[in-house]
């Protein structure tokens, strides 16, 4: 659903005797009510007809583009864990691979920076949208397993026999569609994915 809200309204939840709020950090919720800072009343200004839960389920995100989406209870993650994180809903979103640090006030996810984990970065990024990978997803590829990669967002996914982990982050797979019996050349990739994964 899209709304028409202030920027700065970050959250909105339903207190228990029907009115919304609107919230810049996004309130905790307590045995009766949702806590936050500087609530802003939005009853006069929005209809929230569609919403037909209790209150308890109703603290939404509001997204860059006006549209909201649920927030839900945050999941137990451990420093380093793969997730598949991107800053962009709709069909044109790209899912970069990165390792979890810990999930900012507002709820986002924050990563470290680049791909790196926390025992080679200490800079970490914030993301919008994040996703726990599928079990084959996160499958390091191994010498000569064909994997899907790309220079760019412009570019369409192209097959190749992986080789080893670039410095940056990126992939280096043997030239052409030969694998380690047929060359020694190789060339390094920006991105990558395993031919498996979304």
Same mark, same amino acid.
């Given at each position: 659903?899209?709304?028409?809200?202030?920027?700065?309204?970050?959250?909105?939840?339903?207190?228990?005797?029907?009115?919304?709020?609107?919230?810049?950090?996004?309130?905790?919720?307590?045995?009766?009510?949702?806590?936050?800072?500087?609530?802003?009343?939005?009853?006069?200004?929005?209809?929230?007809?569609?919403?037909?839960?209790?209150?308890?389920?109703?603290?939404?995100?509001?997204?860059?583009?006006?549209?909201?989406?649920?927030?839900?209870?945050?999941?137990?993650?451990?420093?380093?864990?793969?997730? !598949? =994180?991107?800053?962009?809903?709709?069909?044109?979103?790209? &899912?970069?691979? +990165?390792? $979890? /640090? *810990? %999930?900012?006030? #507002? @709820?986002?996810?924050?990563?470290?920076?680049?791909?790196?984990?926390?025992?080679?970065?200490?800079?970490?990024?914030?993301?919008?949208?994040?996703?726990?990978?599928?079990?084959?997803?996160?499958?390091?590829?191994?010498?000569?397993? !064909? =994997?899907?990669?790309?220079?760019?967002?412009?570019?369409? &996914?192209?097959? +190749?026999? $992986? /080789? *080893? %982990?670039?410095? #940056? @982050?990126?992939?280096?797979?043997?030239?052409?569609?030969?694998?380690?019996?047929?060359?020694?050349?190789?060339?390094?990739?920006?991105?990558?994915?395993?031919?498996?994964?979304?």
């Amino acid at each position: 659903m899209k709304l028409q809200i202030s920027r700065k309204m970050k959250y909105v939840a339903k207190d228990k005797i029907g009115s919304w709020w609107g919230y810049l950090v996004m309130p905790s919720k307590s045995k009766d009510e949702w806590n936050g800072t500087s609530p802003r009343p939005l009853n006069n200004t929005l209809d929230f007809s569609w919403f037909s839960g209790d209150w308890e389920d109703s603290l939404h995100r509001v997204l860059n583009d006006g549209t909201i989406e649920k927030v839900t209870d945050l999941p137990d993650l451990a420093a380093d864990t793969p997730v !598949l =994180v991107c800053d962009f809903k709709g069909s044109g979103r790209e &899912w970069l691979k +990165r390792h $979890f /640090s *810990h %999930f900012a006030s #507002d @709820g986002s996810i924050c990563c470290f920076s680049d791909g790196g984990t926390h025992w080679t970065e200490t800079k970490t990024t914030q993301w919008s949208h994040w996703k726990l990978p599928e079990e084959e997803a996160l499958r390091t590829p191994k010498k000569d397993d !064909l =994997v899907l990669v790309r220079d760019s967002n412009a570019q369409g &996914w192209i097959p +190749r026999y $992986f /080789s *080893h %982990f670039g410095h #940056d @982050g990126g992939v280096v797979c043997f030239d052409g569609m030969l694998c380690s019996s047929e060359t020694t050349h190789t060339c390094p990739w920006r991105h990558w994915k395993n031919p498996k994964a979304n």
